[in-house]
């Protein structure tokens, strides 16, 4: 998308109920804050399940290859 099209400032086809219609950057924002916050809670929730925080597996861990996910 160029500027020429409006780029990230034209207005999307969505309103308010006010009537007010919102920028495709600020549309954009928003879909970045939600997705941050519900990647998040999916971390906590895994947390809670197998006991581990952080991003790295536990030494040993290995995936598995071959067959369905079940």
């Given amino acids: 998308m160029s500027d020429a099209d409006g780029g990230l400032d ?4 969505l309103s308010c109920p006010d009537g007010r219609r919102l920028s495709l950057r600020r549309l954009v924002c ?12 999916a ?3 895994r947390e809670s399940v197998d006991g581990l925080v952080g ?7 290995s995936a598995r290859s071959g067959g ?3």
């Fill in 30 to 41: 928003d879909l970045i804050e939600e997705y941050g916050r519900h990647t998040g809670h």
């Fill in 10 to 13: 034209q207005l999307v086809y």
């Fill in 43 to 45: 971390d906590l929730l």
């Fill in 55 to 61: 991003e790295d597996p536990p030494g040993g861990w």
């Fill in 68 to 70: 369905a996910l079940r």
